[in-house]
């Protein structure tokens, strides 16, 4: 994952998630899915926006790695 000077915007966010759900462990889909429904600030939006991208095409390892960003980031 790249740095990225682009603020995501919270529809941004949702619709990667919705991309991107099909390939996320279906506990850290629903956990990002329940995280969106708060204000969030634009710091929180723009990490859990690059997670999520090309999530389907990691490899197993950084899939693990994301994953474990997730958890922490959502408090999973």
């Known amino acids: 994952m790249s740095f990225c000077n682009i603020d995501h915007t ?4 949702k619709k990667k998630l ?6 996320l462990p279906e506990e850290l889909a629903v956990s990002c899915f329940d ?13 859990l926006f690059h997670l999520l991208k090309k ?3 990691a490899s197993d390892e950084e ?3 994301r994953n ?3 958890r922490a980031l ?3």
């Open 55 to 57: 999530y389907d095409l």
């Open 10 to 13: 919270l529809d941004d966010v």
């Open 18 to 23: 919705t991309e991107q759900k099909p390939y």
């Open 35 to 47: 995280y969106l429904t708060y204000s969030h600030n634009q710091t929180e939006l723009n990490e």
């Open 63 to 65: 899939r693990e790695l």
């Open 68 to 70: 474990k960003k997730f």
């Open 74 to 76: 959502l408090s999973v």
